[in-house]
């Protein structure tokens, strides 16, 4: 089963800061926090990933709060692409370890 | 951008019958997976493969399924008699090294058996 809670759905405006929020209170230790989304029915999308640390590239920023039980998913200026079911999964540390997805969190980019 | 290549984008078959999926992971990603999505439902981990040989796979990844890399380029799902609950999409995905990297995943063959 997902070890992450993501709310159901959100929506923002085209152009503003979407901020998707994700619970994982029983995160341990050497476990990431991974994001991935998923256009339509196409394959999942790797968006970031984190351990601790903040993390930001050309796509998204993650921030993970101190106590790791907590993260969001921030994507600065939201388009209408950026519609999409995106997934908070948390993966272990093993070399090969799957993702497990949970059922997302659905985003909703309005013009 | 290098791509994971999935084909066919679509297979109907019947009952029974095998089928084989196949992908062409990025040429220099040495970890290989297949997941599926039955419509409507969550994205499902089946197998992983590296090193010639299955490394972990799920508890749906019965009898019926098997995975091979015939060549230094492809990478196949076969499923050996379908059933109607094996109508699902089923991705491809690939991965540079162990450790914590991001899978590229395929675009999907939508498999439909009748």
């Known amino acids: 089963d997902a070890k992450t809670t993501q709310p159901p759905s959100m929506d923002c405006a085209e152009g503003r800061a979407a901020n998707l929020p994700c619970n994982h209170s029983?995160?341990?230790?050497?476990?990431?926090v991974y994001w991935y989304r998923q256009i339509h029915s196409q394959g999942p999308q790797y968006i970031i990933h984190?351990?601790?640390n903040n993390e930001t590239n050309e796509m998204a920023s993650l921030i993970i709060t101190e106590d790791r039980k907590s993260s969001t998913l921030i994507l600065p200026h939201a388009t209408l692409r950026d519609t999409a079911v995106y997934y908070c999964i948390v993966r272990d540390t093993g070399a090969n370890s799957k993702l497990t997805f949970g059922k997302g969190i659905t985003l909703s980019v309005r013009p | 951008e290098p791509e994971v290549t999935q084909t066919p984008s679509h297979q109907v078959t019947q009952m029974g019958q095998e089928v084989i999926l196949r992908c062409v992971p990025i040429?220099?990603?040495?970890?290989f997976y297949w997941y599926r999505q039955i419509l409507g439902q969550k994205v499902e981990f089946l197998v992983s493969?590296?090193?010639?040989?299955?490394?972990?796979k799920s508890e749906i990844f019965d009898d019926q399924f098997s995975v091979e890399r015939p060549d230094g380029s492809n990478f196949t799902l076969k499923i050996r008699s379908t059933k109607l609950e094996d109508s699902a999409m089923y991705f491809c995905?690939?991965?540079?090294?162990?450790?914590?990297?991001?899978?590229?995943f395929g675009s999907g063959t939508r498999l439909t058996v009748v």
């Open positions: 040429s220099n990603h040495l970890y």
């Open positions: 995905a690939s991965s540079v090294a162990q450790g914590h990297y991001g899978y590229t």
């Open positions: 029983t995160i341990s230790g050497n476990e990431y």
């Open positions: 493969f590296y090193n010639n040989e299955i490394s972990e």
């Open positions: 984190g351990l601790k």
